[in-house]
Nanobody, 123 residues
Framework: QAQLVESGGGLVQAGGSLRLSCAAS???????MGWFRQAPGKEREFVAA????????DYADSVKGRFTISRVNVKNTVYLQMNSLKPEDTAVYYC?????????????????WGQGTQVTVSS
């Protein structure tokens, strides 16, 4: 089973940018990948997802137009470019491997999760 390690989180001012990376120890190119986030006291929520070959993506309405998900299969890595960050984007961000090859928003569709990386956006 693939192990996932997120990186790239940190503290940034509102309007700034961050790029998150998620490196997998095993092969992930057959599977869709996703990013979720969880703020204190809130449930984990969907952020973005990408199909196995990068040909299809999906975004939560709250991040559409600001965030971009991408992947490089030869590196077993998926990225989340986050621009125009807002204080409400503050959360722990998790990447995950889907059980299937197409994007999904459902937590139950994802079989492996990373430990998360903290993103804090100051106003």
């Amino acid at each position: 089973q693939a192990q996932l390690v997120e990186s790239g989180g940190g503290l940034v001012q509102a309007g700034g940018s961050l790029r998150l990376s998620c490196a997998a120890s095993g092969r992930t190119f057959n599977y869709a990948m996703g990013w979720f986030r969880q703020a204190p006291g809130k449930e984990r929520e969907f952020v973005a997802a990408i199909s196995w070959n990068g040909g299809s993506t999906d975004y939560a309405d709250s991040v559409k137009g600001r965030f971009t998900i991408s992947r490089v299969n030869v590196k077993n890595t998926v990225y989340l470019q986050m621009n125009s960050l807002k204080p409400e984007d503050t959360a722990v961000y998790y990447c995950a491997i889907n059980r299937n090859s197409y994007p999904s928003r459902e937590v139950a569709d994802f079989r492996s999760w990373g430990q998360g990386t903290q993103v804090t956006v100051s106003s």
